[in-house]
């Protein structure tokens, strides 16, 4: 109950700050223009964002950040609040940021206006910065491989670990990317899935995971009070590639990866249906299997308004993320 309290306490300090810096960084957003460009090809009512204050990831990333380092030095005077084990998480957090800060630039004012950084180019750093992550969290932490549900020990993997961990990360960091297209969808629904990982970590005994878990929660909800319909400020690559990445690595160093399709549902059936439509485009030379990929722009195309995909989505969300705590309990 302690380690609980302690947990929701730091959320809360962590949505104050979140709250507090919002309106300064949209202020000075808007002052030098860092508007979103909607691209032609997505549905027409979204030409309404146009201009609205992007890279928002900062809002998030910022308080996490300082919150982390101030409670991290308060260990110099005696207070166990936070420990080494979250260092991983944070640098990911901050260098996938950095990622998406410059592909939201480039988008912005750079060569590629609209468009942003190269695909390959920003798939190879995402890797890059993937291989490094999954080297650490083997060789220097020696997190758990992975749990079978019903099985109480890790199991080991071998050489197969960086692979598949590389994988891990960088598929959510793009899976939360393709997420991020609906005033709330992304930050909700990252919320909820660190919400169960949160409570994992906790219930394995690994507190500091936990804590700084839920510290990212409570900056998750600062933002979305200034990103919920009508947005105010959009989170872009700079928090999505981000969030998406770091949300990979907590189910590595919580070993409980294998449910992570399960807790992260939404992202996963963003990126699959991506796959999908490109996919089948390339079959049938030019036929479509969804009306507009990301997921949620296809339920957008059949009449729902932009809020009822959001709640909708984060109602599955919830079950879901219920369902895969549901799965570490399997005998």
């Not at 957003?29 to 201009?51: N, Q, S």
């Not at 690595?249 to 992570?260: D, E, N, P, S």
């Amino acid at each position: 109950m302690k380690e609980t309290s302690l947990a929701l306490s730091l959320s809360l300090l962590a949505f104050v700050m979140t709250v507090i810096w919002g309106s300064p960084l949209i202020d000075l957003l808007k002052y030098f223009k860092v508007g979103k460009i909607i691209r032609e090809e997505g549905p027409a009512r979204h030409i309404e964002k146009m201009g609205t204050p992007t890279m928002g990831g900062f809002m998030i990333i910022a308080p996490v950040l300082l919150l982390t380092v101030l409670l991290n030095a308060a260990t110099l005077l005696g207070f166990d609040i936070l420990g080494q084990s979250v260092l991983i998480p944070l640098l990911v957090l901050v260098s996938f940021s950095l990622l998406g800060a410059v592909d939201d630039w480039e988008g912005i004012r750079g060569n590629r206006k609209g468009l942003g950084m190269r695909a390959r180019t920003k798939f190879l750093w995402q890797v890059a910065l993937g291989l490094a992550t999954a080297y650490a969290l083997k060789y220097i932490v020696n997190v758990p491989e992975m749990y079978w549900p019903g099985y109480p020990e890790p199991l080991e993997l071998g050489a197969w670990y960086i692979p598949i961990a590389t994988v891990v990360i960088v598929g959510y960091s793009n899976a939360v990317n393709f997420t991020d297209g609906l005033d709330g969808l992304a930050g909700l629904i990252s919320a909820t899935a660190f919400v169960a990982y949160g409570a994992i970590a906790l219930m394995q005994g690994e507190v500091f995971l936990g804590r700084f878990c839920f510290t990212l929660v409570g900056a998750l909800f600062g933002f979305l009070w200034f990103n919920v319909h009508p947005a105010e400020l959009i989170m872009g690559d700079t928090g999505s590639l981000a969030i998406g990445a770091t949300l990979g690595v907590f189910a590595l160093m919580t070993g409980q990866w294998l449910i992570l399709p399960i807790i992260a549902i939404i992202p996963t059936a963003e990126i699959i249906s991506v796959v999908l439509q490109i996919a089948y485009f390339r079959m049938t030379h030019g036929k479509r299997l969804f009306r507009m990929a990301p997921l949620h722009h296809h339920f957008e195309l059949l009449g729902w308004s932009e809020t009822q995909v959001v709640q909708r989505f984060w109602l599955v969300s919830l079950i879901a993320a219920m369902l895969g705590i549901a799965f570490i309990f399997v005998e």
